[in-house]
Nanobody
Framework: EVQLQASGGGLVQAGGSLRLSCVAS????????ISWFRQAPGKEREAVSC????????HHADSVGGRFIISADNAKNTVYLQMTSLKVEDTAVYYC?????????????????WGQGTQVTVSS
C-alpha cells in the first residue's frame, strides 16, 4: 500500500519558517516526481513546488520562489519543503503528491498518490 505522510505544519508568525516533510512508503521517491500543493479556504488548489530527485529537476511557483526550497533525503524516502519568510497568504493546507510523470511541474490531475495534508497558519 502506498502512503504519503505529510507533517510539519503549524502556527507561525509572518517572517518565520517551517519545514514540511513528506514520508513515502510503498514507493521509492526516486521513481516519482513529488509535488507540494496547497489549498486555502475558498480558494483553488495551487501547485507550490515539485522535485524529481533522480535528476534534481525542481520547480517552484512564482508566489514562493526564493522563499521555499524543496529537497529530498532518498535514504529516508522523504521529501522536504523548507519554507522561509512566510507570509499570511501562505496560510493553507499543504499536501504532498507523487506522480510517475515528469518533468516538473506536474499538473495535479497527473498525480497518482496524495498525502492527507498538513495545516500551515501564518499570523500577522
Amino acid at each position: 500500500e502506498v502512503q504519503l505522510q505529510a507533517s510539519g505544519g503549524g502556527l507561525v508568525q509572518a517572517g518565520g519558517s517551517l519545514r514540511l516533510s513528506c514520508v513515502a512508503s510503498g514507493l521509492s521517491i526516486d521513481d516519482y516526481a513529488i509535488s507540494w500543493f496547497r489549498q486555502a479556504p475558498g480558494k483553488e488548489r495551487e501547485a507550490v513546488s515539485c522535485l524529481v530527485s533522480r535528476d534534481g529537476d525542481t520547480h517552484h511557483a512564482d508566489s514562493v520562489g526564493g522563499r521555499f526550497i524543496i529537497s529530498a533525503d532518498n535514504a529516508k524516502n522523504t521529501v522536504y519543503l523548507q519554507m522561509t519568510s512566510l507570509k499570511v497568504e501562505d496560510t493553507a493546507v499543504y499536501y504532498c503528491a507523487a506522480s510517475r510523470i515528469g518533468p516538473c511541474p506536474v499538473a495535479a490531475g497527473w498525480h497518482d498518490y496524495w498525502g492527507q495534508g498538513t495545516q500551515v497558519t501564518v499570523s500577522s
